[in-house]
């Protein structure tokens, strides 16, 4: 007997012989399961992340345990940390250099509010630059409470159409961020 558990089927039409869905059930079955993160640590909290990494937590069983430290190659954006005001524009960057469709996880009070640190050089949360999909409350949270965001994300990526990214509320979400909309 064999242990390996088979992936839920989206949702179809099935037949003697056949399965048919939907091409963005398909894609979003298969982005959903290969969430690539780029680990933007500058804190305490990339030590939850560096443990929600380990053999206890796992997160490989998600299929996310390929750290990019390319952000071509990444699909999850997780700032994890304070993020000082001059550093926002490198985050930015980063974000801007990733490719679509991608995910960003604020990890922790200080990257989704500047936490405790309420003083003039750090950001007040990172969604004064660029979007956010997920917020992970705590200081520092728990790696069980990343991959309850994680679960969160690859619900978002599993049920996003293909063409969300085209339509024009995406594209005035980044306009109001200040980020040029890449055609394509
Ligand atoms: S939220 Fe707390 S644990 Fe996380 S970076 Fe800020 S001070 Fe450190």
């Not at 059930?25 to 298969?30: I, S």
């Not at 982005?31 to 804190?43: D, G, I, K, N």
């Not at 679960?151 to 980020?179: D, G, H, Q, V």
Request: hydrophobic share 40%; net charge negative; glycine share 8%.
């Amino acid at each position: 007997m064999s242990d390996i558990k088979m992936g839920e089927a989206p949702d179809g039409f099935e037949g003697a012989g056949f399965f048919a869905t939907s091409l963005d059930q398909v894609v979003g079955l298969a982005r959903s399961h290969s969430l690539w993160p780029l680990p933007f640590a500058t804190s305490c909290c990339g030590i939850e992340f560096m443990a929600t990494m380990g053999s206890h937590y796992d997160i490989s069983r998600f299929g996310s345990e390929r750290p990019s430290f390319s952000p071509r190659q990444a699909d999850i954006l997780m700032v994890m940390g304070t993020i000082a005001k001059k550093m926002g524009p490198i985050v930015k960057q980063v974000y801007q250099q990733m490719a679509e469709p991608k995910w960003v996880m604020a990890v922790g009070a200080c990257a989704s509010s500047g936490g405790i640190f309420d003083s003039y050089s750090v950001l007040q949360g990172i969604d004064r630059i660029i979007p956010v999909d997920v917020y992970v409350p705590g200081c520092p949270p728990r790696p069980e409470q990343i991959l309850d965001a994680l679960m969160e994300l690859k619900k978002m990526a599993r049920s996003e159409t293909t063409r969300r990214r085209n339509e024009p509320e995406y594209k005035a979400l980044l306009e109001s961020y200040n980020i040029p909309v890449l055609e394509g």
